[in-house]
C-alpha cells in the first residue's frame, strides 16, 4: 500500500477493525503461548494492536515490532514504544534472534517479490524449531457474502493495494508464498466465511 493509502486509514484502522479481529488477535496469544513461544517480532505490525494483545497477557520476555509506513508507525505509539520504523525486509536484528514471528494482513498488499523477501527475513531472523504465525487472506472455497465483502473492502483501501491483492489471491496466496522445504504447517484456522485465514508453521531444525 502506498504511503498516501495509509495515511487516510491509520486512524481509523482499529476503531474499524478492533472487534472483527478481536478473536483472532486473542487466538494469535494463546497459539504462541502453547508452543511456548516467548520472544516474538511482529513484522508488518502496522498500528500494534496485535503486539498490545501479547503484551498484556504478561508471558511474554520479548516484543518487538517493525512497521515502514509512517502513519501505521506513529499509530503504534499509542500502544508503547516496541515498535520500530524499519522495512520488514531487513530488520537488521542477528540471525536466529527470536522464537516466534507474525505476519498479519501484510502480505496480501504488497508486490509478490515483496512478501517472498519478508518471508525470506522472517525465516533469517527465527530460531531452529521457531514458530511463525501468518494471518491473511485464505480464500479456500470462500462463500459468496464474505468474497464480496472482502473485495469491497480491499478495494476501498487503494488501486495500488486492490491489485497486490488480486495478484496475491491469483499467485495461489500463502500456500505458494512459504517454503515448506523449510517450514511444517502444524495448524490452521479459517475465518469470516472461509476468507481469513490463521496458520501456524514450525521451521525445521536443519
Same mark, same amino acid.
Given at each position: 500500500?502506498?504511503?498516501?493509502?495509509?495515511?487516510?486509514?491509520?486512524?481509523?484502522?482499529?476503531?474499524?477493525?478492533?472487534?472483527?479481529?478481536?478473536?483472532?488477535?486473542?487466538?494469535?496469544?494463546?497459539?504462541?503461548?502453547?508452543?511456548?513461544?516467548?520472544?516474538?517480532?511482529?513484522?508488518?505490525?502496522?498500528?500494534?494492536?496485535?503486539?498490545?494483545?501479547?503484551?498484556?497477557?504478561?508471558?511474554?520476555?520479548?516484543?518487538?515490532?517493525?512497521?515502514?509506513?509512517?502513519?501505521? &508507525?506513529?499509530?503504534?505509539? /499509542?500502544? @508503547?514504544?516496541?515498535?520500530?520504523?524499519? +522495512?520488514?525486509?531487513?530488520? !537488521?536484528? #542477528?540471525?536466529?534472534?527470536?522464537?516466534?514471528?507474525?505476519?498479519?494482513?501484510?502480505?496480501?498488499?504488497?508486490?509478490?517479490?515483496?512478501?517472498?523477501?519478508?518471508?525470506?527475513?522472517?525465516?533469517?531472523?527465527?530460531?531452529?524449531?521457531?514458530?511463525?504465525?501468518?494471518?491473511?487472506?485464505?480464500?479456500?472455497?470462500?462463500?459468496?457474502?464474505?468474497?464480496?465483502?472482502?473485495?469491497?473492502?480491499?478495494?476501498?483501501?487503494?488501486?495500488?493495494?486492490?491489485?497486490? &491483492?488480486?495478484?496475491?489471491? /491469483?499467485? @495461489?496466496?500463502?500456500?505458494?508464498?512459504? +517454503?515448506?522445504?523449510?517450514? !511444517?504447517? #502444524?495448524?490452521?484456522?479459517?475465518?469470516?466465511?472461509?476468507?481469513?485465514?490463521?496458520?501456524?508453521?514450525?521451521?525445521?531444525?536443519?
Amino acid at each position: 500500500m502506498s504511503t498516501n493509502d495509509y495515511s487516510i486509514i491509520a486512524k481509523i484502522y482499529d476503531p474499524l477493525l478492533h472487534y472483527p479481529l478481536k478473536s483472532i488477535r486473542r487466538l494469535v496469544v494463546r497459539l504462541f503461548k502453547y508452543y511456548n513461544v516467548k520472544e516474538v517480532i511482529d513484522l508488518c505490525c502496522g498500528t500494534g494492536e496485535q503486539l498490545y494483545y501479547l503484551k498484556n497477557d504478561g508471558f511474554f520476555t520479548k516484543l518487538v515490532g517493525i512497521e515502514l509506513d509512517k502513519a501505521m &508507525f506513529n499509530e503504534s505509539k /499509542k500502544y @508503547g514504544d516496541f515498535c520500530i520504523n524499519r +522495512d520488514a525486509r531487513n530488520t !537488521k536484528f #542477528k540471525a536466529e534472534s527470536f522464537d516466534g514471528a507474525i505476519i498479519s494482513f501484510a502480505l496480501h498488499e504488497m508486490p509478490w517479490e515483496n512478501a517472498k523477501e519478508i518471508l525470506k527475513e522472517a525465516t533469517r531472523i527465527l530460531k531452529k524449531d521457531g514458530i511463525l504465525i501468518i494471518v491473511d487472506y485464505s480464500f479456500l472455497k470462500p462463500k459468496l457474502i464474505g468474497k464480496i465483502a472482502i473485495h469491497l473492502i480491499e478495494r476501498f483501501a487503494g488501486k495500488e493495494h486492490y491489485n497486490n &491483492f488480486k495478484n496475491f489471491l /491469483k499467485n @495461489g496466496g500463502i500456500y505458494n508464498l512459504v +517454503d515448506f522445504s523449510i517450514y !511444517k504447517e #502444524k495448524k490452521f484456522f479459517d475465518f469470516y466465511f472461509n476468507t481469513i485465514g490463521v496458520w501456524v508453521f514450525k521451521k525445521n531444525q536443519n
